[in-house]
């Protein structure tokens, strides 16, 4: 049968069905360009499970890594080592290590560079059993780290350094324990004599009776933390990718330094953390604003610092050239480009 297209009563179907074509043609268009769009997975590992590693959860739970195409989660691997091994079999692109497990790596032939980081103090405290009154009464004693050469012990040492107890002198015991809920459990328990604690952490143990004996927050110490690190390969293979990632790091910082986002921030730290009580999770937010800033340049007298720490336990670090394992170049473009300056006025606003 012909169908007489000047019918008036044939108008309106042949309308609804071009109309209904158009319809289902956009959204397949529109699904293209979402699947075209969609956020790159990335997978970054980290190790010690505390606050240095809050500005990358904040960062994702707030969608700042989003806003430059990235779809980051986090894996953890519980050390230093573990971390520069999983880099190094690429099984994930980029990582979250401390500086000590970079140089480690990077001594035993790992092609890891790093370009930035925002933690660059350590909110700590040397905590001790309540016998032990005085740095003096260390000696000959257990202190608990998460792992040889790791971040944990890194920022240990550092301490330590700072306040003038040389290990070897003082006879200090340094026994692997765990991650940090672990070993400021392994102190109240008494199956160690002291640790350096995030304030969150410490405050459980001053509860339980133990002795803060410095407050590490008020030392002078060069030092920059965990922070971003890939196979160079990798950085020069994905550029956009990196930066898209300290782009979404510096916002996350300037998330954790405004007010408006305090209950938001505490928050993540309180989930990610398992924080019980109001007043850890009161120190913890603490201990992030005060460890993170927006200088987050790899900075090569913290590194210089670090080496020389590591290389008492691995001599083959101290032949490390630390400005081949430091990137600053993305950080400079964000510094020419403006995108820092504008950062900088809105975390003093």
């Known amino acids: ?9 044939t108008l309106p179907i042949m309308k609804v069905t071009v109309d209904l074509r158009i319809v289902l043609f956009s959204v397949f ?9 969609a956020a790159e997975q990335l997978l ?21 890594f989003k806003k430059y195409g990235l779809d980051v989660s986090m894996l953890q691997v519980r050390s230093g080592p573990m971390i520069m091994a999983t880099l190094a079999s690429g099984s994930v692109q980029v990582t979250w290590p401390a500086s000590s497990s970079v140089l480690s790596a990077a001594s035993g032939g790992v092609k890891v560079v790093c ?17 032990i009154k005085s740095f003096e009464e260390l000696r000959g004693r257990v202190i608990g780290v ?29 026994r692997v324990i765990g991650d940090t809920a672990t070993i400021t459990q392994a102190l109240i328990s008494g199956n160690i004599d002291a640790a350096v604690l995030p304030y969150s ?7 339980a009776g133990y002795r803060s004996l410095v407050d590490s927050g008020e030392l002078k110490a060069p030092y920059q933390g965990s922070g971003l690190c890939a196979q160079r390969e990798a950085i020069v293979r994905s550029p956009d990718l990196i930066m898209g990632l300290v782009k979404g790091l510096i916002e996350a910082v300037l998330i954790i330094h405004d007010p408006s986002h305090k209950q938001d921030v505490m928050e993540i730290l309180k989930k990610h953390l398992r924080l ?14 005060v460890q993170t800033t927006l200088d987050v340049a790899p900075s090569l007298p913290s590194w210089r610092a670090t080496q ?29 480009s403006g995108f820092l300056p504008e950062m900088r006025r809105r975390f003093k606003d």
């Open 29 to 37: 268009i529109l699904f293209l360009c979402a699947k075209a769009q």
């Open 201 to 207: 952490f410490s405050s459980m143990a001053k509860r």
């Open 115 to 131: 370009v930035a980081s925002p933690n660059n103090k350590i909110p700590r405290e040397l905590v001790a059993r309540k016998e």
């Open 276 to 289: 019980a009580k109001a007043e850890d999770v009161e120190s913890s937010y603490k201990v992030l604003r």
């Open 146 to 174: 998460q792992s040889i050469g790791g971040g944990f012990w890194l920022q240990t040492m550092i301490v330590l350094d700072n306040i003038g107890l040389d290990p070897e002198k003082y006879q200090l015991k340094m």
């Open 44 to 64: 970054v590992a980290y190790g010690g499970h505390n606050e240095n590693v809050a500005p990358m959860w904040v960062g994702i739970e707030k969608g700042t």
């Open 308 to 336: 020389r720490i590591v290389a008492r336990v691995n001599p083959r670090v101290g032949q490390v050239d630390i400005e081949q394992l430091l990137e600053g170049s993305f950080v400079r473009s964000l510094e020419e």
């Open 1 to 9: 049968m012909t169908r007489n297209l000047s019918n008036p009563k």
